[in-house]
Every structure is written in C-alpha cells, then in structure tokens.
C-alpha cells in the first residue's frame, strides 16, 4: 500500500506541504500487545495505518480500562497527536491488538500544514465526529444496555474481527474491552453457555449459536 | 452584545463572506422550557448564545435522558448543525433552561464557509475537541465514579449556575440530568439531609454544608 493513497486530501496539498510530510514520515512496526501511546504522557503523533490492528481505550486512576474504539487498515489515529489540540482535555492509550505497520507524522507537521489547508482541516473535523460518534454509541450502550447484550455484541465482533466462530481471549481482556469487571464476564459466559450460544475452554472462546446470540445482542431474545 | 463579536474568527473572514453570513443569520428567543432541537429530526443550524442557558442531552428509546453538557453566553452549539457533518451518527437534544437570546446560522453557510476558510474550518475542530472532552468527562464519572459522587457535583454546580445555595429543581428533573431514575436521586438526597448536607422541600433543595459536599464529591469523605 502507498503512503500517498493512505494520506488525507493528498491531492489537495501543494508540492511543498506534500515534500513536508515526506520529509518528516516515519514508518513503524509494533508487535502484537506494544503500548503505542501513552495517554498524556507523549505526543506520539498523527498514526496512519498501514496494517494490522489497534485499540484505543481509556484508564481509570485504579487501573481499570475500557476499549473505546479500534482502528485497522487504512484508519487514521487523531489522539495520539492530541498535543495539537488545546482543546482536548482527555487521555486515549493505543495499544497494537495485532501486529502493526504505522506511518508517524510529527503533530507539529500535521498541525501547520492543517492551518494553511481548508480540506485538510475539514477532513480532520470529519475524523473528530466520526470518532464522537463512536464514543458516544458507546456512551449510549453502557447507559441504556445490560452488560449480557454488550457482551454478546462483543463476542460476534470479535469473530469478525478474528474471521473464525473460536478465538483466543481471556475473560480478563474481555473485562477490559467492556469495563467490567472479570467475575461479570465469568457469570455471564457460563450464562451463555447454559444457553448453548457459546463453549468455553482455557484462554479461548468459540461461538456455536450465532443466531441466538445475535438475537440477545439486538434485545429481540 | 455585538454579534460579530461572538462569531468566530469574524476578522479572518472576506467582507463577502461576512456579508453571507450577516445576511443569513436570525435571532430567535426561546423561553425557559422550549425544545430548541429535536435530535435527528431536523438541522436547526449553528447556534451562538446571546443570552441565556441550554442544556444538551441523549434520550434513550424508552424515553431516558442523561445532559452531555450545557451552553451560556457566547458559547456555540454545533450539533444543532451537525447534518453538515456527514461522520456525525448520533443526535443530541437541546433545550432552553433559562429564557435564551440565540443567533441562528443556517448549516449550509456556515458550512461552506468552513470549506473556505482554514481559520473557520481549524476552530470549528477546537469547538468539537472541546465537547469531545465534555463528553469523554462525563463518560468517565458514569464509568469510575459512583452516583452519590456525582449527585453531590450536580448539587455544587447548579448552587454555581444559580448563584444561590437555594434552588429550585424537582428530583425528576435531577435524574433526567444525571441518567438515573428518579427513585434513586430522592434515596440519595434523603442520606445527604440525613447527612445534614442539603434540606429538602417541595420542588427545591438547599446546600447546608457546602464543605462536606465538596469532599464528598471529590472522594476525600
């Protein structure tokens, strides 16, 4: 994949400002479980996603997480370079979920070339509201949604994700995905499987009644 | 208040383009109760407060609300124009909470003004980041921070909003803010008098011990 097909309104950039980000790209790898950025504590940069697959979620002061979105290939990482942002008074960690080729533009880059570009800025304001909107949809799930129907929702996203009915998570990760806690997620898929919707072995999870468990995601069980 | 002293970025843009926007704007006045917009069903345009207060709030499809944040003086509401925001997927309620001054802008002025102007288009994005954190605040408290915190928070800034310990709310109302039902703000309040924290009676609550609220709101009680 090229980098120019993966940067925004590319084409609408002068030769100079395209020469700029050239000049100050830098491509990285990240193995499977690396912490990518650090909530506040750095400025990591504007993320292009060449491959693979990040998670970005939030900490509480007692360690406790909650996944508030993803971002594969072709996506685009804004938090990561929040520092651009003085308005931005919240924290986001990224970690790699798989392994991960990035391309890092300096937010100092990205912030002046953004100054001087109209569409530049405006496709920026469109990747803010995409990913509003996603935190709000999950705003809106663990305050109108029981945990059993976030949690049925979360294990057929996940064999999307995974391409396969079985895949290996612990019931820990899955506790950090939904913020919850790991005794929630235990109950509830011991629940499930009493129900026939899923079996359980050590460290993986595999789907056998997908229907059902669509059925419970969308309230209509 | 002059109103090209609130619309941003006034002094960037072209005579023309101020032009457009002086001959598109409307002052509208809504009295104390008045739905100003209705979610998704219409695209009242961006609004700038002359005077006054909004609230912005979710509803559920059963009917709950929860305030994501609230507007005063000079403040912008963007999500009131957010059919010019193709990535925006949620809709926001807004009403009046205090009898309000507001200037419309039609959404399609201001937006492609935004498309023109790197200025205009670059704060709008701070506008977004800004509610962003609002929302991502709030978030948090409904995921880490137990109710009585927070009830004792919405106490402390609506004594702020009215500039009186003395204030008249209904425990219904106070629910609707917070996304709880109203059975368990009345519990709450009953333990805060019990408490000696606030006194209760018909249709207001007053703040007796401003001092203990605070530490309780802070995780210091």
Same mark, same amino acid.
């Given at each position: 994949?090229?980098?120019?097909?993966?940067?925004?309104? +590319?084409?609408?950039?002068?030769?100079?400002?395209?020469r700029?980000?050239?000049?100050?790209?830098?491509?990285?790898?990240?193995?499977?479980?690396?912490?990518?950025?650090?909530?506040?504590?750095?400025?990591?940069?504007?993320?292009?996603m060449?491959?693979?697959?990040?998670?970005?979620?939030?900490?509480s =002061?007692d360690g406790?997480?909650?996944?508030?979105?993803?971002?594969?290939?072709?996506?685009i990482?804004?938090?990561?370079?929040?520092?651009?942002?003085? &308005?931005?008074?919240?924290?986001?960690?990224?970690?790699?979920?798989?392994?991960?080729?990035? +391309?890092v533009?300096?937010a100092?880059?990205?912030?002046?070339?953004?100054?001087?570009?109209?569409?530049?800025?405006?496709?920026?304001?469109?990747?803010?509201?995409?990913?509003? &909107?996603?935190?709000? +949809?999950?705003?809106?799930?663990?305050? +109108?949604?029981?945990?059993?129907?976030?949690?049925?929702? *979360?294990?057929?996203?996940e064999?999307?994700?995974? =391409?396969?009915?079985? *895949?290996?998570?612990?019931? =820990?990760?899955?506790?950090?995905?939904?913020?919850?806690?790991?005794e929630?997620?235990?109950?509830?898929?011991?629940?499930?499987?009493?129900?026939?919707?899923? &079996?359980?072995?050590?460290?993986?999870?595999?789907?056998?009644?997908?229907?059902k468990?669509?059925?419970?995601?969308e309230?209509?069980?």
């Open positions: 994949m090229e980098f120019t097909s993966c940067f925004p309104q +590319w084409d609408k950039l002068s030769p100079a400002q395209q700029r980000v050239l000049d100050s790209v830098v491509e990285k790898h990240f193995e499977k479980g690396a912490v990518i950025h650090d909530g506040s504590a750095d400025c990591t940069g504007l993320l292009l060449r491959s693979g697959q990040l998670r970005a979620f939030i900490l =002061e406790r997480e909650i996944s508030i979105y993803r971002l594969f290939e072709r996506d990482c804004l938090f990561s370079a929040s520092c651009m942002l003085r &308005s931005i008074r919240f924290s986001v960690n990224i970690e790699a979920e798989k392994d991960s080729d990035l +391309w533009i300096p100092e880059v990205y912030q002046s070339l953004m100054e001087q570009s109209a569409p530049l800025a405006n496709y920026t304001n469109e990747l803010m509201a995409s990913r509003f &909107s996603e935190v709000m +949809w999950l705003m809106e799930q663990i305050l +109108w949604m029981s945990m059993d129907k976030r949690l049925a929702a *979360f294990l057929l996203e064999a999307v994700l995974e =391409e396969s009915d079985s *895949f290996a998570i612990t019931h =820990e990760q899955i506790a950090r995905h939904l913020g919850t806690a790991r929630v997620v235990t109950r509830m898929l011991r629940y499930f499987r009493s129900e026939g919707m899923v &079996s359980l072995s050590r460290g993986s999870i595999r789907i056998l009644d997908e229907e468990l669509s059925r419970l995601a309230g209509r069980l």
